[in-house]
């Protein structure tokens, strides 16, 4: 038998490279689904795109390239760290913060790794601003959350007092299940808890109240918008429908100290509840009220004097500034425009194929949570 000295390999030496077997490897790599570059990558193209924004992961999947290859480029010519140029605007940091109430919230809005969230704070130097939004925001969210907490219980309430035609007692609520220690730990007292339903608290030793004359027309439409604003928080705070109200399709005018419509308490509950204390022009929050609310204003999108309706398909919750600006600002049909594009229940009334008044068109731009 033929043997091989100690230490000589029987493999055969690597075959010269040739025409024939470059072409075969750059089958196979394409057979392969292997990135082919047509060129070489220099060093420019990687840090032309970091210079343009590009964070390295996109530019190693750009480039195909490793992503450690791109570090290692980057930091050759100076470049290293997160890409500041990537990091979001501060326009943009602002639009996260403001449905977020911790850095952790604010980074997974953005998308980007935590420390990348708190580099472009810290970049854009907007810092305070982001603390007072999230202040803003859990601030909001405990409203809410106490909203839900009180609503059943506003019910029970209100239901019990329409039995009892009086405010119910104490011991009253207590057979209804409504203890005096659960309305001192959700309502602050047990007063607040009637006059948040209401009605008027007793008074001890004295006969129950008798219901206020306001207690069963929170419902009713009305051309007061004090009565108007009332009575639709009165519905909120009972728990709006879950389906929209019918509202009007022509208001009625009446005359008031002057000409005023006749408005549904129910169409400015809905709206302002379905808002969450958000503005839905621009997504600010309403500043904060001192009863803990998020103050907004009801805006028909088609005025009522316009012959817009009384319906939540034409009204919208916004803040102070943008009820202004939408009746008084040189750009307002643009602004008008866009609502139809940013809610999507908004549906323009067909008011051109009805008879319009002849009547001067009125300026109904209402405070305080009034349909405007």
């Known amino acids: 038998m033929h043997t091989f000295p100690r230490g000589e390999s029987t493999s055969p030496g690597p075959a010269p490279l040739t025409l024939a077997s470059l072409g075969r490897w750059v089958s196979i790599a394409t057979a392969l689904s292997v990135p082919y570059r047509s060129r070489m990558i220099t060093d420019g193209d990687v840090v032309a795109r970091w210079d343009a924004g590009e964070s390295m992961t996109t530019i190693a999947d750009s480039l195909g390239i490793t992503r450690e290859r791109v570090r290692q480029r980057l930091l050759r010519n100076g470049r290293a760290g997160p890409n500041r140029?990537?990091?979001?605007?501060?326009?943009?940091?602002?639009?996260?913060a403001s449905n977020a109430i911790s850095f952790k919230e604010f980074a997974e809005n953005l998308a980007i790794p935590l420390q990348h969230a708190r580099l472009a704070v810290s970049e854009r130097g907007v810092r305070d601003e982001v603390q007072d939004v999230f202040a803003a925001v859990r601030s909001a969210r405990q409203q809410i959350k106490r909203r839900d907490a009180q609503r059943p219980i506003i019910q029970i309430i209100r239901r019990l007092a329409s039995d009892l035609g009086h405010t119910p007692t104490q011991d009253e609520l207590a057979s209804a299940g409504v203890y005096h220690a659960v309305l001192q730990k959700v309502f602050g007292s047990a007063a607040s808890a009637m006059i948040l339903a209401g009605l008027f608290p007793n008074v001890p030793g004295r006969p129950p109240m008798d219901l206020p004359s306001e207690f069963a027309k929170d419902t009713e439409p009305t051309a007061d918008e004090a009565l108007l604003f009332a009575r639709s928080e009165r519905i909120r705070r009972a728990g709006v429908d879950v389906e929209p109200p019918t509202g009007d399709d022509r208001p009625e005018k009446r005359e008031v100290s002057g000409r005023a419509f006749i408005r549904h308490p129910r169409v400015v509950a809905w709206v302002l509840e379905h808002a969450n204390g958000r503005c839905e022009s621009c997504g600010i929050l309403g500043y904060e009220t001192d009863d803990g609310d998020r103050f907004l204003e009801v805006h028909h999108v088609i005025p009522l004097a316009e012959g817009g309706p009384d319906v939540v398909t034409n009204a919208v919750a916004v803040c102070e500034?943008?009820?202004?600006?939408?009746?008084?600002w040189k750009e307002r049909r643009r602004m008008q425009q866009e609502l139809y594009v940013k809610i999507a229940r908004l549906t323009v009334p067909d008011i051109l194929l009805r008879p319009r008044d002849t009547a001067e068109p009125e300026d109904d731009l209402v405070p305080s949570g009034g349909a405007a």
């Open 321 to 328: 500034t943008c009820h202004g600006k939408l009746h008084r």
């Open 85 to 96: 140029n990537a990091l979001p605007s501060s326009a943009q940091i602002l639009a996260a």
